[in-house]
């Protein structure tokens, strides 16, 4: 699959703004199943710096701009193209029991394990707790193969909690998510995060873009019309495998990656400090289209 992004991202300010700091995570990784074809970035008002380093500690791309005029409006602008290939998912009954990796995840005996492995601990926006140890459990039964109880898990949180835009901010916390069982496709990246690493479990997160529509039957997917958030599991054997809990599904050759990290926080497409400017508005129109070959 091949397909062209636009991602446009606009902040408007109350008050002026003589010089704002920026870093960018809008370019879309080059990973075993996906290559970036081409991508340009329109930032406006023109930035008087623009840097570009080539990785971060995750090995995504990151852009570094400053604006050092007055402005009461920036407007960022990024256009990809990018082609997707399919990866073998491996069968979820033939996996590991979940104990096992959680064992094998505390005492990392090679290099693929050890990078792993950091993504078992907890941070801010996906902490651990007795919570979501209890909930996850329901779904992660003694014996049960690691990714057969990671969909059951995804199913779970399809099903019982709504996706509502106006039920949580980007500060919400995933006690609160637990609790309202409502939010967005961030909130329940997170929130799954959180349940997977209580048990110690390794799993990441993915920003990203998901495709309007699912080939084939034309159903829309939740979560398309803006940035799309999904999660990773880390399988001994099989390595990371992606999950979508927003659509119930394990993503595909219509998700899209532009960076994963711990959290939401690590790669945010868009993180800067201002000076002045006052309170601020952003609005965020995204369009992923599929391209002929």
Not at 146 to 159: C, D, G, N
Request: hydrophobic share 40%; with cysteine.
């Amino acid at each position: 699959m091949k397909y062209r992004i636009s991602h446009t991202s606009r902040y408007d300010y109350a008050g002026s703004v003589p010089i704002g700091y920026n870093r960018a995570y809008l370019t879309p990784r080059n990973c075993a199943t996906q290559e970036c074809l081409r991508t340009q970035l329109e930032i406006k008002p023109a930035p008087a710096v623009f840097g570009q380093r080539t990785r971060d500690y995750y090995g995504n791309e990151v852009i570094f701009f400053t604006v050092q005029e007055q402005h009461s409006v920036l407007e960022v602008t990024a256009r990809s193209e990018v082609r997707l290939t399919p990866l073998l998912t491996p069968e979820p009954g033939a996996t590991p029991p979940w104990e096992s990796v959680a064992e094998a995840m505390s005492r990392p005996v090679d290099s693929e394990a050890r990078d792993a492995a950091q993504f078992t601990y907890p941070s801010e926006p996906a902490p651990v707790s007795n919570a979501l140890r209890d909930y996850a459990l329901l779904s992660f039964t003694p014996g049960m193969p690691v990714l057969a109880a990671a969909l059951e898990l995804t199913h779970r949180i399809y099903s019982e909690f709504a996706y509502d835009p106006t039920a949580t901010t980007v500060t919400t916390p995933v006690a609160e998510i637990l609790e309202k069982r409502a939010g967005v496709c961030q909130d329940f990246a997170h929130l799954q995060i959180g349940c997977l690493r209580a048990l110690g479990l390794p799993a990441r997160y993915i920003s990203g873009y998901i495709a309007p529509r699912h080939v084939g039957s034309g159903e829309a997917y939740i979560g398309a019309q803006a940035s799309h958030a999904w999660l990773s599991l880390f399988t001994p054997g099989a390595g990371w495998v992606d999950l979508d809990p927003t659509n119930d599904m394990v993503a595909s050759t219509e998700h899209i990656t532009i960076a994963w990290g711990r959290n939401y926080d690590e790669v945010s497409p868009i993180r800067g400090v201002i000076l002045g400017g006052g309170s601020q508005k952003l609005a965020v129109d995204v369009q992923v289209s599929r391209v002929s070959e």
